[in-house]
């Protein structure tokens, strides 16, 4: 594979030692990867973009890891919610996430047993159809565990139908801290680099490409062994690594756009019409190829404990484990210690109540920000801001606008574009929240229609018979052309506004 070419979003201005995360400590391999094993875990029934799923377990109620304790309501898209330790239902109540998402959860007390369901196990007959494929990986409840949370069967169908010629793993993880993306990488790769080949069969095209960052030699070297290792088992793949320049935020899906096939793409474009590509960040394939192979559902996930004065930790946690558990895991935090963020450092949540907040499919990392005062003053006019926007935006005058009650004006000065990339308001010298205010009127603009994109994918479950399974053992997927009317069906119907 040759790879002299350098790829990148944007050749501007970068602040000395401000934006230039290359220079960033380099991704240290922990010795042993830490499995934490919560005392409970809540488990929100609404972790992906969609409609909240419906308990389908009551309080008292026993269950068994990897069973599943929520289903997709029917007719509406959303996702299975599955536990991930074994034990005791106490409590279904709604919850309030610190995304604003308010949804049922479910609390379960763990016996510390973690008894599995039977159906748990290494997937002997691997003769799988593309129709078996996205089954697969609907019923384990995978969805986008880069952060976009869209269900990865429904996004599959729509690379299918849009007949992409590739489809990308997203490798680089570029914000500072969070590694969690690449001790996947590092542990993982024979399963990222089948769960990607798996699923491009799915959505009908032979071409891999792994894009990753030209200083992760070490990853580099064991993706290349795991491809040499896929290729007796997918000798009609064609796999190609990008080496990418480590900037942030690299691996967002309009940036590679403009990288890798010079387009620019807009707010209602999608990559798959407009570069006839997919994008799955490379969590999410390891987690297709642990349904798929294992019969694992999305069930833990790797999240980074880290932050300024955090030694810098990953773990394997169960979904629904409470920060706070996930913190006593992750290592001592002193007294200096600030703000804890939900997910990584520019681009996570600000929360209060580690004990009752729970890791989602969707958190990467837990940050911890050291105690300071920043300074607030007004605007300087330094341009900073818009020197280093990787949208090519000016926050500053958006912001202003914004502030003196102009929306339309913003709007024509592109605030729509605006990705919640966080770096206007780590660079600002004022202190402005500028991010905070343009990413929530970008935000407003992106309004989904419940049947905006008329491609539906019918996933059937027998609500009946799912006791302590996982939905894993048995499945029946549909194409969107079938005429069944079967009462029983689920739709998930792609609401095409997500743009990714």
Known sequence: MARSKRYTYHKGFFADNALDFSKRSSFIKEILLERVNPSKIILPCK??????????????????VGQCVALPPKGKFSLAVHSGISGTVTEISNIRLPNGIECPAITIVNDMKMQRVPSMIHRENMDLTSNDVLGIISNAGICGMGGEGIPTAAKLDRARRYAVDQLLVNCLQSEPYATSDLMVMSEYPGYVVMGAAACARACGTSKVVFLISEQRKMILEALENAINNAAEDFGEIKFDIK??????????????????????????????????????????????????????????RIVTVTGDIATGHNIIVPIGTPVSEVLAAGGKIDDTAGPLIWGSALTGIKITDPENTPIIKLTNAITVIRKQEQPRTPCIHCGLCAQNCPMGLSPHIIYEMLKQGMPKKAEEEGARNCISCGICSYICPAGIRLTQRIASFASEGRIIGENSLLHNTHFKYNIEEIGDLSLLESYNVDTADSSDDDPDAVILPFEGGKKV
């Not at 972790?47 to 068994?64: C, E, L, N, T, W």
């Open 47 to 64: 972790q992906h973009y969609g409609f909240s799923a419906i308990p389908v377990v009551k309080a008292g109620d026993q269950v068994k």
């Open 243 to 300: 080496l990418f320049k480590e900037r942030f935020p690299q691996g967002y899906y309009r940036l590679v756009a403009k990288a890798l096939f010079g387009t620019t793409l807009g707010p209602d474009d999608t990559l798959e019409e407009s570069c006839k590509a997919v994008l799955f960040n490379c969590s999410t394939m390891c987690a297709c190829w642990e349904a798929i192979s294992d019969n694992i559902p999305c069930m833990n």
